[in-house]
C-alpha cells in the first residue's frame, strides 16, 4: 500500500502492511460492528486464543504464555512497573537500549531507588568474545535485572542474547529481551531462547497491522506481571483461563481487532517464504554497506554476521535533520538520519517489497548529497 513515489528503505521504524493483511482487518472490524456486544462480551476471547496459538507456534512457544500489546514500551513498562525493585537493586542495560525505554527504566529506577546502569558498548564491536567482556564488567551482586535489546534500534545490530541468558540463569538474574526487530525478520524460539519475558512487535518484520505487539513471560512469572490498567479481568472473572489472560486481556472497551490479523500475517510471511527471503535481504544490506564503506572509506560499526535486514552507516555530516529533509524532498527516499552517541548515522531497512534498484537510489543520492 506504500505510496509508489517513494523508495521506502525504512521498514524498521514502523513496518509497512500489506493490502492482503490490511483487508483481513477491516473484515475484523466489520464483523465487530455488525453485533459489537457479541463480538467484545463473548467472540472476542476465544478469537485471541485462537491467535495467540498461531503466534505462539511461530514464536516457539505456548500461546497461553503470550498477551497482546499495542507495542513493545507499552509491554516493558507494565513489566518493569511489576518488578518492585528495591533499593540498592541493579537494572542493567547498555548504551544502545531504545530511547524510550531508556526513560522508562530512569523513572522506574528513580521511583524505587534502584540503579539503572547502561554498559557502554563503544562503535566499532568487533567481536562477541569483546563485547560480552565488557557487558559483564558493568555486573555486580546487585545485578537484579538485565534488559537488553535483541536486535538494536540506532545501531541496527543483532546482540548475542543466547550467551546472556545463560550466563544471567546461572546467576538467577531475571532477563527481559527486547525483541522489538525480531519476529518476521529472525527464526525465533522463545522457548529454546529461554528468556524469562521476551517482547516482541508483530507490526514490524511480520506486517501485521500497526499496533499489533506481545509480552511473553515465563509461566512461573506471570502471576507477578501486571497490566498497567486495573480492569474488569482482575478477580479471573472469565473462566478456562490462567488469572494472567484474564488480567491483560479483558480490559474493557478497546479494538483488539489488530491482533487477529496475526494468523493471517503469519500465513503472508510463510506464502512469501519469509526466512528464504530473509537470507537474501540480508546479502543485500551487506552489500550496500559494502558500497557505502567505499563510497565513505569508513570502517563497519559491527561484523557482518551481527546484520540482519537492516543497517546503520555513520555519515560524516553535521545536520542529520536537513540531511533526512533532503533526501525525501529531493529523492523521494524515506530514511531516518539521526545523532546516536557521538555519530551521525543512517540506517537503511530492507524487506520483500525493496529492490537492489533502491538501495542503489539510495547510495547514489548520499554520494551526490555529500559532494
Ligand atoms: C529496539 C526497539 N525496542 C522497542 C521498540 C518499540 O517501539 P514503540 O513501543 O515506541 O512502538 C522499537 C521500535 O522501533 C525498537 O526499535
Known amino acids: 500500500m506504500l505510496d509508489p513515489a517513494l523508495t521506502y528503505l525504512n521498514h524498521g521504524s514502523f513496518g509497512a502492511c500489506p493490502k492482503l493483511i490490511f483487508d483481513n482487518l477491516k473484515d475484523w472490524q466489520i464483523r465487530m460492528e455488525k453485533d459489537p456486544v457479541q463480538f467484545l462480551e463473548s467472540d472476542i476471547f476465544p478469537l485471541l486464543a485462537d491467535s495467540r496459538k498461531a503466534l505462539g507456534n511461530f514464536l516457539g512457544c505456548e500461546?497461553?504464555?503470550?498477551v497482546y500489546y499495542p507495542n513493545p514500551t507499552h509491554a516493558v513498562n507494565a513489566v518493569a512497573r511489576s518488578l518492585k525493585l528495591k533499593a540498592g537493586d541493579e537494572v542493567l542495560s547498555t548504551n544502545h537500549i531504545y530511547g524510550a525505554l531508556d526513560f522508562t527504566w530512569q523513572q522506574v529506577c528513580q521511583d524505587s531507588g534502584a540503579k539503572f546502569i547502561k554498559a557502554e558498548l563503544p562503535l566499532p564491536i568487533k567481536s562477541k568474545a569483546e563485547f560480552l567482556n565488557i557487558f559483564f564488567s558493568y555486573m555486580s551482586d546487585k545485578t537484579r535485572v538485565i534488559f537488553i535489546s535483541h536486535i538494536t534500534s540506532m545501531?541496527?545490530?543483532?546482540?548475542?542474547?543466547?550467551?546472556?541468558?545463560?550466563?544471567?540463569?546461572?546467576?538467577e538474574i531475571l532477563t527481559i529481551i527486547d525483541g522489538a526487530h525480531v519476529p518476521g525478520h529472525l527464526p525465533l524460539n522463545i522457548t529454546e531462547l529461554d528468556a524469562d519475558i521476551y517482547t516482541g512487535a508483530c507490526h514490524k518484520w511480520m506486517c501485521a497491522p500497526k499496533g499489533t505487539s506481545f509480552l511473553y513471560v515465563r509461566k512461573s512469572l506471570q502471576d507477578e506481571i501486571m497490566p498497567p490498567v486495573i480492569s474488569w479481568g482482575w478477580e479471573?472473572?472469565?473462566?478456562?483461563?490462567s488469572l494472567f489472560l484474564n488480567r491483560h486481556e479483558w480490559q474493557g472497551t478497546?479494538?483488539?481487532t489488530p491482533f487477529l490479523v496475526v494468523p493471517e500475517a503469519i500465513k503472508f510471511l510463510n506464502d512469501n517464504n519469509w526466512q528464504e527471503r530473509s537470507k537474501l535481504n540480508r546479502k543485500l544490506v551487506i552489500?550496500?554497506?559494502?558500497?557505502?564503506l567505499d563510497l565513505l572509506n569508513g570502517e563497519p560499526i559491527c561484523p557482518?554476521?551481527?546484520?540482519?535486514q537492516?543497517?546503520?552507516?555513520?555519515?560524516p555530516i553535521d545536520d542529520p535533520?536537513?540531511?533526512k529533509r533532503s533526501l525525501m524532498e529531493i529523492y523521494k527516499i524515506q530514511i531516518p538520519v539521526f545523532s546516536w552517541g557521538n555519530i551521525t548515522a543512517l540506517r537503511y531497512s530492507v524487506h520483500f517489497y525493496n529492490t537492489e534498484e533502491d538501495v542503489k537510489r539510495l547510495v547514489a543520492a548520499v554520494k551526490e548529497l555529500l559532494h
Do not use: C
Not at 236 to 241: A, K, P, Q, R
Open 63 to 66: 500461546g497461553d504464555d503470550l
Open 155 to 171: 545501531t541496527a545490530m543483532i546482540f548475542p542474547v543466547e550467551d546472556i541468558i545463560q550466563f544471567a540463569k546461572d546467576r
Open 236 to 241: 479471573g472473572e472469565l473462566s478456562n483461563t
Open 254 to 256: 478497546r479494538d483488539m
Open 287 to 292: 552489500s550496500t554497506r559494502n558500497q557505502f
Open 304 to 308: 557482518d554476521d551481527w546484520l540482519g
Open 310 to 315: 537492516m543497517a546503520t552507516i555513520e555519515l
Open 321 to 323: 535533520l536537513q540531511f
